[in-house]
């Protein structure tokens, strides 16, 4: 009847080239200097709504539990770059100098041996990508193959991120405590904190992100991705038609974890420094609101959310902090209650339709994995 | 540490400390039974469970200023009316609730726990709007604070034995109405097959509507008794959140004796810890084991065979 | 929201009076441009500064929402009080103070964002906020950045220095020593039981504690010491610790909705702070109210200021705060420290003769406030402040009844010797 569609049609080329020239072009000319990090910044939450997406939107696994993804990531890179702050030079009035000063305050007199790899970048970045991805297999491979799914899963998540954010704030010689780690200030030696600094660092910015999207593009149109899907709608019936459910899962968890972890660092980057109100509960959900906003199903959706709403945080908080709040917990739930898609739902529904009408552009595909999935999405699932 | 002390001070030690574990899950047990009831029987993931146990508290509160004001006299019982108050307030606002929010989304429960986080913002900030951000402290009646000596060591705190008392009423109120009533029948049936339960002439949107309002007014009656031992202030609720779920789905999710038993686990096991470690380890090492045993045992410790 | 006609001072008689008390003591050491007529605007800006020739923005950044509103609220509304009463007074330099808020929200990364902001596209000539370290700690890079001048009100746990800030509270050593002496020699204590919440200040002030009690002092130690996560509510394990290791005083610097749990059950546990001796340092009104003045009665907490200080200052301060921001308000040391941030701006812009960050660092040191609500404050070299520590005893009604003051002035020891 129809053919499996082809990775990166016509439509999601178009789509990533608009986004391309809306984040490479449009911002860059017209933003200043302090909105462009600040866009820079929004944007490596979307690392973790795409993650959301796949993990999601697709696989039905909602994990409550991104921020620690994050924060590993987010971590990882600062604490490369406290150590290169930390030079024996720079911490001379310490009691123990070339140590971070945090470590100072607590009586530490050297460097404990986990801190130790990230004094070599390539180390570093091996690191961010690999641990994230360990402790998700883990975390994965614990609960998928005991058939843990929907709601316990998402209960879980969250208390482990209960966990880790007591953990590095109860170990403050080891982590920098509730202050985080703060006062980064090169990159192998390039000084991260001036505006020309930042303004490449956004660049790099989009071009991972530009990448994690295409990354997640074909993992959607590969046969994993209709795999996916399948799960999230008859898990058994997957189950029995002989693939092996739990690593999939496994597989898509660790994904979005990775894409988490890549945000957190560059989130490190661009923000210079790293805490752990990142990695709570609270920081956790509202990436989860992101992606419903932006549209769960949808991969860019869930970038144009994770601006969104935190473009509306920051100029509504700048003008109306007590209506924020209000503003955005009424979002939550009209997303949930009225647009259960998103932004992308929207779009697909009443813009799309009417440019398609105003160029004449019917498309011709019905196999057009939109329209699919807009059928898939009005009918999700009952656990 | 235990070196220096007689036996019969470490008897007396460990007799308060058994107490402490004793108060610790009653807390944890009222805590946790109205979201059992939400999240057990329902399905539904309240996120705004705090903020339901914090419009207890003010109300608590209102009541406290108004018997001060207006009845001095009968002060010393206003803390019966205000729980009174606090299960109808929360319960008649969980109704409402359920009735524009909650019936929606039956058929998606993660999508409970967005828009219920969504309602947890609203209902912060409308504390915050209303009673101003900062705290406000519940004078309580003389005869509440303060213990009892019952040796010369041992002394038993009166507001402990309260909430403790007031956790087996509503605990064996809970049991009478889910397992003897007509009403506690109605649930169960829905529970195990709402089309089924439809079929029979049960009112299936009533009956849910009653069980999430119940589920809440217990939420509120908690809030109003840790007046007592906690804070009151727009943000307090989300101090409960994690704790509460844990309990519930350590205990499985839809059994209310496994509740019970992970809620005693649990307390016992912290306050145990507690005394032994520091604070901060004692929770880390209690909420991880708690979550490594989830991991084996991801049904929790009682379940009960649902047809699904 | 209309500011000038919610301050203290309507009658023109007594702003005049004011004026005349506020300027006297000042007037030997200012500079004439101070009181000639108003400056040109190139002269007295040449950074780019949001100042016009009537007009100088300066920011306020405290939360407003999240958890830390609680905390942070008194000091909004201290500072907004201070620029009102400036302004009465004639502004900085004959311009009149306007500001911009912004929300940090009880977080970090929005602390550093609304500060960038601030200083890079409004272009405020100070900034008056933070309260926990976190929240500075994060906003620190950015202001040492962008050249911005911070008033930080909170008592801290040092260890930090900064051209760039001002920190009005009190230092950890200032805080902590003074009770400690006190309490060896006044209750005869010799065996301390330390109990916190988890967190650097915490932590930082307990060891500045234990230092002094096991190396300075003879024949006292430290019997426990013990943390608890934020925002936890169950202390009946530790005070059955208490019980078990009866020391002589408590020392506790638990903070937030903790606080009110602690103090709830160690009464109802039996603890009669009238016979055990308990000192916090991070109790001040503002948190009494939530815990109830009924349940602290007889805890000595150590602090600066105390709502209930007996000097004439004071007595205005407490009138004005409470005829703008309602009779019930109370005021803690936080929220003095932070009315003083304004005051001590307004005083060195005045010394500079310029808003220029760069001048008015330079002019900080050595800046005197005769008019502080706590009697007499002074800018040490390091930007903290000379101050008197008080001890209170906690009452029924929610005030504290001051048992002792530092004879002198304290001087501010951010890098304490010894104390590492």
Redesign the interface.
Known sequence: MKTAPSFMDRKDLLALAVLAAILLIAFPVLLDGFRLNLVGKYLTYAFVAVGLVLCWGYGGILSLGQGVFFALGGYGMAMYLKLEASSVENTKIQSTPGIPDFMDWNQLTELPWFWQPFHSLPLTILLILLVPAFFAFVIGSAMFKRRVSGVYFAIITQAIAAIATILIIGQQGYTGGVNGITDLRTLHGWDIRTDSAKFILYFVNVALLLAVVCFAMFVRDSKLGRILVAMREKEDRVRFSGYSVANFQIFVFCLAGVFSAIGGAMFTLQVGFMSPSLVGIVPSIEMVIFTAVGGRLSIFGAIYGALAVNFAKTSLSESFPELWLLGLGGLFIAVVLVFPNGLAGIWRDYVQPSIDRAFKLRSKDPADPGHDVAKQASTLPAE | MFGDYSLGDLGAIFAMQGFAGLILFSVYLLMALGLAIIFGQMGVINMAHGEFMILGAYVTWLTSVFFSEHLPSLFGIYFFVAMALAFCASGALGMLIEWTLIRRLYKRPLDTLLATWGLSLILQQTYRSVFGPREVGVTLPDWMMGSLPVTDVIEVQINGLFVMGLTVLITTAVFIMIFRSRFGQQVRAVVQNRQMAGAVGIDTEKVDRLTFGLGCGIAGVAGSAFTMIGSTGPTAGQLYIVDTFLIVVFGGAASLFGTIASAFSISQAQSTLEFFLSGSMAKVITLLTVVGILMLRPQGLFTLKVRR | MSRDDKTGFHSPLRRKLLMGMAAAPFAGMMPKTAFAQTPATATVNTTGLAVTDTEVTVGILHS????M??SE??SIQAEKLAIAQINEMGGVLGRKIKFI???G?S????F??KA??LL??DKVAAIMGCW???SR??V???IE?YNGMLYYPTFYEG?EQSKNVIYTGQEATQQILESINWVVKEKGAKTFYFIGS???WP??SN?IARKHIENFLKGTKVVG??????????F??????L??TKPDVIFTDVV??????FY??L????INLEKQTLITISVTE?E????????IAGAYSCMKYFQSLDNPNNKEFVAAFKKMWGEKTVIGDVTQAAYLGPWLWKLTVEKAGSFDVDKIAAASADIEFTKAPEGYVKIHPNHHLWSKTRIGLAQKD?QFKVVYESPQLIEPNP?PKGY?
């Open positions: 407003a929402t999240g958890t509103a609680i609220t008194g808020q912004e929300d929200a977080d970090w990364p929005t550093a964002e960038k902001k890079v596209q926990t370290s976190a700690k994060a620190l890079p950015v950045q260890l988890d967190y650097i932590r930082t060891k010491e013990e943390y608890f996560p934020l925002g936890h509510t169950q009946n394990s530790v005070i059955n610790k019980k078990l937030g909705g903790s606080n009110v749990a709830k059950q009464k109802a546990a039996g503002d009494i109210d939530g815990i109830g003045g009924e349940n929610g890098f590492q």
